[in-house]
């Protein structure tokens, strides 16, 4: 008898878990595109930055430190990875290529 409450309680925890991803899905689609940003580097500054939050979690068992160094260190991170000087290109490359890679480099780094 306990299916029916189970059912309908797991099809609530379904349907908000639902909603929470479309509104993180919508508010970063508004974000990136009102910023005309197509940049591939900017998710994996988000997934170094919440294993550096887990790591700083674990190590210190304190959420607001984790919290503060994090975004610190992973921003500090990327400003050193954008201060690197971007590799110069002959025009070499695969003949199919094109000019496709030319901006290439500019998804990568933010």
């Known amino acids: ?3 029916v409450p189970d059912f309908f309680g797991q099809a609530l925890n379904g349907l908000a878990y639902g909603v929470l991803l479309f ?3 919508v508010g970063l689609t508004l974000i990136f595109g009102m910023l005309d940003i197509v940049n591939l580097a900017h ?3 988000y997934m170094l ?3 550096a939050g887990l790591t700083l979690i674990s190590m210190t068992g304190n959420f607001w430190l984790a919290l503060v160094l994090a975004p610190l260190g992973v921003g500090l991170l990327g ?3 954008t201060d690197q000087p971007e590799a110069q290109h002959d025009g ?3 003949p199919n290529s094109g ?3 030319d ?3 500019e998804m990568f780094t933010p």
């Open 1 to 3: 008898m306990a299916f």
């Open 99 to 101: 000019n496709h890679g």
């Open 79 to 81: 400003d050193e990875a």
């Open 23 to 25: 509104l993180l899905s």
């Open 92 to 94: 070499g490359g695969h």
């Open 43 to 45: 998710g994996s500054y």
């Open 103 to 105: 901006r290439l480099p």
């Open 49 to 51: 930055g919440a294993y």
